[in-house]
């Protein structure tokens, strides 16, 4: 997959094939009466590499990226026996270097559980809508970015042009937290930390074209900091909740440790 030395606001080329693991839910009123636009499987992408084998993570179920940077670690993993880890490789080379499946597009929540282990690399957790943008691309719910400072920015669309704006959150090099973007139907997008809510704004697909982005891929982005060569960001539990709902997390979370039973 080819780099880019340019923040992409809101186009995008890749589409990856669809594929997803699903939980099924409990009762239906813990999802909410037409949940994910009355998607009536109510379905979760899950994922939490412990069916990865050790190694390099692009091309396990349609997983890709910036193959030499990224790989399925079970040394220190967030959850289970194993995770995913991005470890810059201190090139300053800049762009979408974890790339997920596509999955079944919907409002609700996308959620991962990330640990960053220094404070010289930006990395981002983008949220890929499935609105088009018009130019064979498609606009992004927000990119949500970890800045070298411990702050936490969300991406707004601004009179057309992308505008980092601050959060509530933080971050810590080294402890976990769960990071999590919230799309409903309406356009208005949440940004959540630890299931605490830092972040309220709008879908930047909603503000361009008037229709909010369902949720259909994750990105994650490194800016590869010269002199940061080592400096990583672990991944985990990854969850794409069909429902406008924060506390559907716990559904997910849960279903993610009957797996691992």
């Known amino acids: 997959m080819p780099r880019s030395i340019a923040i992409v606001v809101g186009l995008l080329t890749l589409v990856a094939p669809a594929i997803a693991e699903r939980c099924t839910p409990p009762a239906d009123d813990l999802w909410g009466a037409g949940a994910a636009g009355g998607n009536a499987s109510r379905a979760s992408y899950l994922e939490d590499f412990e069916s990865f084998a050790v190694g390099g993570l692009a ?10 940077n990224i790989r399925v670690i079970d040394d220190t993993p967030i959850g289970g026996m194993r995770s995913a880890r991005h470890t810059s490789d201190g090139s300053g080379f800049v762009g979408f270097e974890i790339v997920s499946p596509t999955f ?21 957790f983008n949220a890929l809508g499935d609105q088009p943008t018009g130019h064979d691309g498609f606009y992004f719910n927000t990119a949500v970015q970890f800045r070298t400072d411990g702050t936490i920015a969300a991406l707004q669309a601004a009179g057309g042009v992308g505008v980092f704006q601050d959060t509530a959150g933080t971050w810590t090099p080294g402890v976990p937290f769960q990071i999590a973007v919230e799309v ?3 356009g208005v997008l949440n940004v959540y930390k630890d299931g605490a809510d830092i972040f309220a704004g709008m879908d930047i697909g909603f503000v361009m074209t008037g229709t909010a982005g369902r949720t ?4 994650g982005w490194a800016d590869n900091a ?7 960001m672990t991944v985990d539990d990854f969850t794409n909740v069909l429902v406008p709902e924060p506390a559907a997390l716990a559904i997910a979370c849960a279903c993610l440790a009957a797996r691992r039973r």
């Open 59 to 68: 091309g396990h179920q349609g997983w890709s990226g910036w193959a030499s």
């Open 104 to 124: 079944t597009p919907a409002y609700g929540v996308l959620a991962a559980t990330l640990r960053l282990s220094g404070a010289n690399v930006t990395y981002q």
């Open 184 to 186: 409903l139907p309406d």
């Open 216 to 219: 259909q891929q994750y990105l």
């Open 226 to 232: 010269i002199g940061s060569a080592g400096q990583s």
